[in-house]
């Protein structure tokens, strides 16, 4: 058996993946990723790496840390923060994973002797036709494959996904009946550099949040913003300003620093442009074609029938219903329980 290396990370989620694992013989190892630098990580890390230490005691396999917090903060926390300085809604997670996750840990577990690195991710990989495709998760209220899109074929190639075939409630059971000291352990929702603080109140200390005017789309003035960096396209609730119907936010206005506002309808579109599109499960369509499926703009938001025109690394998605696209966040190409690929939503 291929002798692999467990990201546990003190959740149930990781802590079933590394027991499924050990229970199918393999040889394995855990190994906890720290990406803040342990001074801003406090209290946060050490609870972390307390679960994740008691997990491999119990079962009985060794444990390692890896200080990725360097390259962490250069290639994630950066991105979004400078994301978010130009009126983007970056996905950090997305960025995350193929840059950390599977990078720094990828290249610690080859270093060690280990063939391949294993998450809680609840999705499925498979070899088909001389590549791999990665699936959906077999439990849909918790699919995590839009979270994986960005990943290459090597990083596929060497990535095992114990849970994928499981349900949460599977995964409870399975850490209760096997004893696990985080089978009832609440599962964490927020972005794991800004768990202690609103990410408006990180945002704040590092870029940019002038106050201007919020205008509706027949260039009313309606009130004042706190900050551009505060609001997403799509947003609705926390705008602090009365009006005679609901109004959401439509887009950022850069140049003169307002927040335009409008009808829930405005705020739809047909169309979105993408770039930095990754493929997945297929290779690369030809300059110029076009590739049908459902698509979706935001992670677990509700596909939508979809057909990309690719133009290289940019695409132009059709949406056969409106949706809300919001700038910086990933819009991912499904065919089915299939993920074909996926890019960065642009502005208009």
């Known amino acids: 058996m291929p002798r692999v290396m467990v990201a546990v990370s003190g959740g149930v989620d990781s802590a079933v993946a590394a027991l499924l694992l050990k229970q199918q013989g393999h040889e394995i190892c855990g190994v906890t990723i720290q990406t803040m630098p342990a001074a801003a990580a406090e209290p946060v890390w050490e609870d972390a790496l307390d679960h994740a230490r008691q997990i491999c005691a119990r079962l009985g396999i060794p444990h390692q840390t890896v200080d990725a917090s360097a390259e962490f903060s250069a290639r994630v926390i950066n991105h979004f923060v400078s994301e978010y300085a130009v009126g983007r809604t970056p996905n950090p997670c997305v960025v995350c994973n193929p840059a950390i996750k599977w990078g720094c840990l990828l290249d610690h577990a080859a270093a060690q002797g280990y063939e391949y690195l ?3 991710h609840y999705a ?3 070899a088909s036709a001389g590549r791999y495709r990665l699936l959906r998760g077999q439990d849909p209220d918790k699919d995590q494959s839009y979270m994986l899109y960005r990943l290459s074929q090597e990083q596929l190639a060497r990535t095992l996904l114990p849970l994928g075939e499981h349900a949460k409630h599977e995964v ?4 209760e009946a096997n004893d696990l000291p985080v089978a009832a352990r609440p599962e964490s929702q927020d972005l794991c550099f800004i768990a202690s603080e609103k990410h408006t109140d990180f945002l704040r200390d590092r870029i940019d949040f002038s106050p201007g005017p919020i205008v509706d789309v027949a260039g009313n003035n309606l009130g004042e913003h706190q900050g551009l960096a505060a609001y997403t396209v799509g947003q609705r609730k926390g705008l602090g300003i009365a009006a005679a119907e609901p109004l959401y936010v439509i887009r950022k206005d850069m140049a003169n620093n307002a927040l335009i506002v409008g009808p829930r309808e405005a705020a739809f579109v047909r169309t979105c442009r993408l770039s930095q599109l990754n493929w997945v499960s297929v290779p690369p369509p030809d300059y110029g074609c076009e590739v049908a499926g459902q698509l979706e703009v935001r992670y677990r938001s509700s596909p939508v029938e979809a057909v990309l025109k690719v133009v290289g690394r940019k695409a132009v998605a059709r ?14 190409l499904y065919d089915g329980e299939v993920l074909l690929g996926g890019g960065v939503i642009e502005p208009d």
């Open 124 to 126: 499925r990989i498979e």
């Open 172 to 175: 409870r059971e399975l850490a």
């Open 118 to 120: 294993a998450t809680g």
């Open 319 to 332: 949406l056969e219903s409106p949706r809300v696209c919001a700038p910086g966040q990933s819009a991912v």
